[in-house]
């Protein structure tokens, strides 16, 4: 894999390509095995990739153990990202519903994740989702404190809008932004990555390959199972796939003229949007995660890229990209 890419100005430097951990575990289906998971994670390292991503509630829990087991042989060697900012809706529930961002559950939430990782520090320590309920200085105030103490490298924040993102910057550096980011949802354009570049922030998209759908293995007929979470999504209903599949063949057909794949192109383009961005496609599978690497050596060019701006212009997503109880917990 190429040149390392930089996330912020404080000095983290990662591969051009992670690796989204949380459907080894959870939401994409029932939980992989353990074992053909640590395996993928380590291919993963000794194909270049140093960009690790999971967080507290994946699992819940059990995903930062998986890592933590994976990477212990790489230390040194690779970032591993967590996020903070969720707990049980009930004591010993195992459904973590409710939001939580209260500085004293951060510094509580943080031991956890340190002995699950089996690290001294993290290095990339992300707000999950916005708390409404605690203002965003006292977040960044908290992270702060633990920076200071060494059990936290870089602060980060997800789905945070623009004037979330300058208040908490104001009390401590964020380094990076983590929000839903692809070729079908652009919004993150309009306000916030004029905010990120003004302030020197870098960016991680997630669900680069818009879950799954933009690698052209989706289509009206694909039924998911209940465990699997884009059976609530709005955009993957049958009819709403039916429409969507307009930027799958934009993509197939670029894919086509430089010997790449679809999923390739759809990472590649990200990759030529800015140089401080760093998409972290989940997979289970070796072979996408290789595909997904190697997409850091497909080169778009000026033509191609006008090509893809110009279709994917005519182009409206449909459906939205949660459902309803979700969508309320993003931040404008």
Request: hydrophobic share 40%; glycine share 8%.
């Amino acid at each position: 894999m190429s040149t390392k890419r930089k996330l912020g100005k404080q000095g983290l430097e990662v591969s051009p390509i992670g690796l989204g951990c949380m459907g080894m575990s959870w939401s994409y289906g029932p939980a992989k095995d353990k074992e053909d998971m640590i395996a993928l994670i380590r291919a993963a390292v000794e194909r270049g990739v140093t960009f690790f991503d999971t967080a507290e509630v994946y699992g819940p829990l059990v995903n930062e153990e998986l890592l933590g087991e994976a990477l212990e042989p790489f230390r040194g060697r690779v970032v591993i990202a967590t996020k903070f900012g969720f707990a049980p809706a009930q004591e010993g529930e195992g459904r973590w519903s409710l939001i939580n961002s209260r500085p004293e559950h951060i510094k509580q939430a943080v031991e956890g994740s340190l002995s699950r990782l089996k690290v001294d520090a993290i290095d990339l320590y992300y707000q999950h989702r916005v708390d409404p309920a605690v203002p965003i200085e006292d977040v960044a105030g908290a992270v702060k404190d633990l920076i200071h103490q060494g059990k936290v490298k870089y602060f980060g924040l997800s789905e945070a809008g623009a004037q979330t993102i300058r208040r908490a910057h104001a009390v401590q550096p964020v380094t990076a932004l983590q929000s839903e980011y692809s070729l079908w949802w652009r919004e993150p354009e309009t306000s916030v990555l004029p905010t990120l570049e003004e302030l020197g922030i870098g960016f991680v998209p997630f669900s680069p390959l818009g879950k799954g759908f933009l690698t052209g293995k989706i289509d009206p007929t694909t039924t998911f199972d209940s465990t699997d979470f884009r059976s609530t999504i709005p955009r993957f209903q049958p009819e709403n796939l039916q429409a969507n599949l307009a930027f799958v063949e934009l993509l197939t057909r670029i894919a086509k003229e430089r010997n790449a794949t679809p999923a390739q192109i759809a990472l590649a383009w990200i990759l030529e949007q800015k140089s401080w961005i760093v998409p972290i496609p989940g997979t289970t599978k070796l072979a996408r995660m290789i595909e997904n690497a190697d997409a850091a050596r497909v080169v778009l060019t000026a033509s191609d890229l006008r090509e893809i701006e110009a279709g994917a212009s005519r182009i409206t997503p449909s459906g939205d990209r949660y459902p309803p109880q979700q969508q309320r917990l993003i931040d404008r």
